[in-house]
């Protein structure tokens, strides 16, 4: 059972039927902040609950490749093992991309089928990004999601899986080559033409890993009979019902099955989708940073973003609704927005913390 305590919800969230911009400055890339985390990073065995703690409220950009690979212990806190451990990984993932994608390879019908979906897709992704419809970076996208789903058979490829590895696509790329993640395009489209082939594949297969390690945790959510989302939406009413109660009648009432495809649509892609993409690096140095919980704080995301246009929805009618979800207002939303957003999320996992 979840234990409810007593807490006045008002505090917590907007009660306006428009959700106003709070229009602050975020302290991500303070520099007393980024002192804070070069001065962990440079310790020879780095404290990873201190760079957990640290990394929750905001990662620098320029810190943010070497604390994600942290956070999902891909990179060892110990320097002098680091590399090592690093350079064995991404041969295993060589290895692999010269199994399944040797020359004149030949696919079964199944495999066949899987990288036409897996193709279509990659070429879905962000399409109005001038890096996702580089023919390069799409290449490099099909291996990754192909090799995904012949290593994980039990869940295969799910669509949403290219939304989650893309951050790590780009975060990882910025090591070598101008990028701005506000318009998401090159600052020099030359650069990537330009830069050393081993680095790229090295991209490729840290972004390849860190997939793997963020989902380890998580695959009962893309299996056939999607135990983990059925417990995670009969969760998310729950709490909803709790919270925000004619909320939830209101929605359930008027969506009943659309309701979940909702859920589903949103979970399946870590949030992403809800977001600008610069917002959305900024999701995922709060979601890695939980470890084991992030799919937890994923459902509290969703019910405090909900609960933002609380008064709102109530008074919308079916077809309303829907436009409403389907072009959910948080994609005009900054970083400061989403961090409130977080605080208030984090706040209402506190409350129903199980006992």
């Keep these: ?6 807490v006045n919800i008002a505090t917590l969230y907007n009660r306006n039927e428009e959700y106003k911009s709070c229009n602050r400055e975020t302290d991500r890339e303070d520099g007393s902040k980024i002192q804070k985390f070069k001065d962990l990073l440079h310790q020879h065995i780095i404290p990873i609950n201190e760079l ?6 905001g990662v620098p950009s320029e810190l943010r490749s070497t604390v994600w690979r942290l956070l999902l212990k891909y990179q ?34 199944r495999e066949k089928k899987i990288l036409k979906q ?40 799910v669509q949403g899986m290219n939304d989650i590895v893309s951050p790590f696509l780009i975060v990882f790329l910025s090591d070598y080559i101008d990028i701005d993640t506000t318009k998401l395009q090159f600052t020099n489209e030359k ?6 082939q081993r680095l790229i594949r090295q991209v ?7 997939l793997c390690k963020l989902l380890e945790s998580v695959l009962d959510n893309y299996t056939n009979s999607q135990p983990g989302l059925v417990r995670f939406f009969n969760k998310f009413k729950e709490i909803l019902s709790a919270l925000d109660k004619k909320l939830y009648e209101h929605l359930t009432t008027s969506l009943s099955m659309e309701l979940y495809s909702f859920i589903f649509k949103w979970s399946t892609c870590m949030l992403l989708r809800l977001f600008q993409f610069e917002v959305g690096l900024r999701l995922f140095d709060t979601l890695l940073a939980e470890e084991q919980n992030y799919f937890e704080l994923c459902l509290f995301i969703i019910i405090s973003i909900l609960m933002k246009f609380s008064l709102k929805i109530q008074k919308l009618q079916y077809d309303e609704i829907m436009i409403l979800l389907e072009k959910i207002p948080t994609r005009e939303w900054s970083e400061s ?11 209402y996992q506190r409350i129903f913390s199980k006992k």
């Design 337 to 347: 927005d989403l961090s409130l957003c977080l605080s208030e999320a984090y706040a």
């Design 76 to 109: 060892s806190p110990n320097r002098d093992a680091n590399l090592a451990i690093i350079e064995r990984k991404r041969n295993m993932y060589f290895e692999m991309c010269d199994i399944y994608f040797a020359k004149n390879q030949q696919y079964d019908e």
């Design 204 to 210: 490729e297969a840290d972004s390849y890993w860190c």
């Design 118 to 157: 897996i193709s279509e897709d990659v070429k879905r992704t962000i399409p109005d990004s001038a890096i996702f419809r580089n023919p390069s970076i799409q290449i490099v996208l099909e291996r990754i999601l192909f090799i995904w789903n012949i290593r994980n058979p039990a869940c295969g490829y």
């Design 1 to 6: 059972m979840l234990s409810i305590q007593k």
């Design 191 to 196: 650069q990537l033409d330009c830069l050393d």
């Design 52 to 57: 957990i703690h640290l990394a929750w409220s």
